[in-house]
């Protein structure tokens, strides 16, 4: 089954997006920024349990959904499938991101309100080179 039906206009709009806290960089970026602001509470992880502490800070680098982008972070539902693969850490460029969306008669739903994205590696996008690429699509 393909996950949409109906039909969806597409806007662009040039924006900054924040490192998301479900890209792999997102620990080790954001414990040294956290780290050097904070040096009297250092931390070893950003996930090492302190989640009523660090659910603010998250939220502070995560867009509002949907996802819908070109370029950027990606956002996964689940874990980053990058995050302990080496070779799946070359697709470092997102390319295409699709979050579940509802419009009126139209949506698309990626199993149970999921996210997919396409990601390339930079060497790639630079040279326009779209014939490798990592997908993944994951929902909560």
Known sequence: DI?????FSIEFRLSKQTITCTDYKYDEDVLALWNKVNPSFALKS???GYDELMEPVCNTFTAKEPFNQLGGYPYFDQIDPRTNDQELKMYDR??????????GNSSIIWGDLG??????????????????????????
């Open 94 to 103: 997102v390319l295409l991101q699709i979050d579940s969306t509802r419009d």
């Open 3 to 7: 996950p949409f039906s109906g039909a």
């Open 46 to 48: 950003m996930f090492g």
């Open 115 to 140: 996210i997919a994205n396409i990601l390339v590696k930079s060497t790639d996008l630079e040279a326009m080179k779209f014939d490798d690429y990592m997908y993944s699509w994951d929902c909560s």
